[in-house]
């Protein structure tokens, strides 16, 4: 089975700076979809950013971006110009065959003012 | 607007009765929709998946009988917690996709206590 690995339990980030959030993922696919999730305190889950795995071109977002490496199979998330409103735990997530979202374990991200 | 509508938000209900929660899909049809649970400061966690007009496909671990899904039209999908007890309170959520290549919409879930 597909697995989603986020090593970083808790992020902290200075407002207007730039944080990295990072996610590895294990898979024997080679076309596939990749998202970043948002979940703020609310708990609504918004959708972030999504990659498909044949593009190699990075997906950006306005100020959210993501660096993927296929190889490694890495999908970091890259957070520019932090606002307030950015805290929340982000989710990264595979989706398999069927639909299905695998999801990795999330990182808390604090933003300092 | 929100495309996937779940309700209730919030139920607080006593040990041993049941509690539907159901999803809808407000603008498109949807044959297959998922059911997550999530527990504080955890991950989503897939309980089964949905489909329309046939059984739910239940990942392993979820007890079939503790958790019914009815997928009975292309727009609703409602999840019971039968005989619920407080192990059962939770956060549930759903979600469904509009076509295959396009990413999941969630509802935004359901927060259920058991006294």
């Known amino acids: 089975a597909q697995t989603v690995t986020q090593s970083q339990p808790e992020m902290s980030v200075q407002e207007a700076e730039t944080v990295t959030l990072s996610c590895t993922y294990d898979?024997?696919?080679?076309?596939?979809?990749l998202f970043w999730y948002k979940q703020p305190p609310s708990r609504q889950m918004i959708l972030v950013i999504r990659?498909?795995?044949?593009?190699?071109q990075n997906a950006t977002e306005n100020r959210f971006s993501v660096n993927f490496q296929k190889a490694a199979k890495s999908f970091s998330l890259k957070i520019s110009d932090s606002q307030l409103g950015d805290a929340a735990m982000y989710f990264c997530?595979?989706?398999?065959?069927?639909?299905?979202?695998?999801f990795g374990a999330g990182t808390i991200l604090r933003v300092k003012s | 607007g929100a495309v996937v509508s779940q309700h209730p938000s919030w139920v607080i209900c006593k040990s041993g009765t049941s509690v539907k929660i159901e999803c809808r899909s407000l603008d498109f049809q949807a044959t297959t929709m998922f059911w997550y649970r999530q527990f504080p400061k955890q991950s989503l966690m897939l309980m089964a998946t949905s489909n329309e007009g046939s059984k739910a496909t239940y990942e392993q671990g979820v007890e079939k009988d503790k958790f019914l899904i009815n997928h009975a039209s292309l727009t609703l999908s409602t999840l019971t917690v039968t005989s619920a007890h407080p192990e059962d309170s939770s956060f549930y959520i759903c979600?469904?996709?509009?076509?295959?290549?396009?990413?999941?919409?969630f509802g935004d879930g359901t927060r259920l206590s058991i006294l």
């Open positions: 979600s469904a996709n509009r076509a295959s290549n396009q990413p999941q919409h």
């Open positions: 997530a595979y989706r398999e065959y069927g639909n299905k979202l695998v």
């Open positions: 898979t024997s696919e080679s076309d596939y979809y």
């Open positions: 990659q498909e795995a044949y593009k190699q």
